[in-house]
C-alpha cells in the first residue's frame, strides 16, 4: 500500500506531518508512506524545509492520497503544471482526502460535484466559490472522498484510511498511540465519533 501527502511550497507542518505521524504506526512491509512535492524541497509557512519521498505523479498512481494544506493553495490551484498531472487522480481507484484548503484542489479538480467538504475557515469561503457546500464539521466522507477542517483534524483522515485499507482495529491501535496520556479514551471515543458514520461496514469488520 502506497499513501501519498501532498505537500506544496507553504505547506501546512501540522496537515501533512501528523498524518504522516498517524498514518507510519502502521508497521507492515506492504505499508510506505510518502510526502509527495512538485519539486526537489518545499518550505513550510513557517521556514521547515523536507525533501521530495514521491513525486505527485507517483501519487496519483497510490492506493490512498491526502492533498495536504498551507498558503500557497489558491496559487497551486493556478497552477497548470500541477493541476494537469492532478488530474490524473480518481476516486473509483484510491481513497482521496483533501486537509483544509486540499479541499479547494479537489474542488478545482470536479472531485466534489454533489460533495459537501469540510475545511478550514480561512478557505471556506474559496471552497463556496468554486461550487461547493461547505460543514461545520471537522470531517466529512462519502464513498472514497474525505475532506477535513481544522489542523488537529489531521488525524482524522489518517485513521479513516487506515480504517478503510486495514480495519478499523488497525486505525484504533494508530490512534491509542499518539492520543494524550491521561486522555486516550476521550480522545480515540472522539475521533470514531466524527469518522464511524462515514465508514463501510467491511471496515468496521476489520478489529
Not at 17 to 23: N, T
Not at 73 to 83: K, L
Not at 84 to 93: G, K, W
Request: hydrophobic share 50%; glycine share 6%; net charge negative.
Amino acid at each position: 500500500m502506497h499513501i501519498a501527502i501532498l505537500t506544496f511550497e507553504g505547506y501546512n507542518e501540522l496537515d501533512s506531518l501528523i498524518a504522516l505521524g498517524v498514518l507510519n504506526r502502521i508497521r507492515t512491509d506492504d505499508w510506505r508512506v510518502t510526502i509527495a512535492t512538485p519539486s526537489p524541497k518545499v518550505t513550510s509557512m513557517n521556514g521547515v524545509v523536507i525533501e521530495q519521498m514521491s513525486t505527485l505523479e507517483e501519487a496519483c498512481a497510490a492506493d490512498a492520497v491526502i492533498v495536504g494544506s498551507g498558503i500557497a493553495t489558491r496559487e497551486v490551484v493556478e497552477d497548470p503544471a500541477i493541476m494537469n498531472i492532478l488530474r490524473n487522480l480518481a476516486p473509483s481507484r484510491q481513497l482521496i482526502a483533501a486537509q483544509c484548503s486540499g479541499a479547494l484542489v479537489l474542488a478545482r479538480l470536479g472531485l466534489l460535484k454533489d460533495i459537501p467538504a469540510c475545511t478550514d475557515l480561512i478557505t471556506k469561503p474559496w471552497v463556496i466559490a468554486a461550487g461547493v457546500e461547505v460543514l461545520n464539521q471537522p470531517f466529512y466522507a462519502r464513498d472514497n472522498i474525505a475532506t477535513a477542517g481544522g489542523c488537529l483534524a489531521s488525524h482524522y483522515l489518517a485513521a479513516w484510511i487506515i480504517a478503510r485499507l486495514e480495519g478499523k482495529g488497525a486505525a484504533d491501535g494508530a490512534l491509542h498511540y499518539v492520543a494524550p496520556v491521561g486522555e486516550k479514551e476521550e480522545y480515540i471515543e472522539r475521533a470514531w465519533r466524527n469518522i464511524t458514520p462515514y465508514l463501510p461496514a467491511s471496515a468496521l469488520a476489520l478489529v
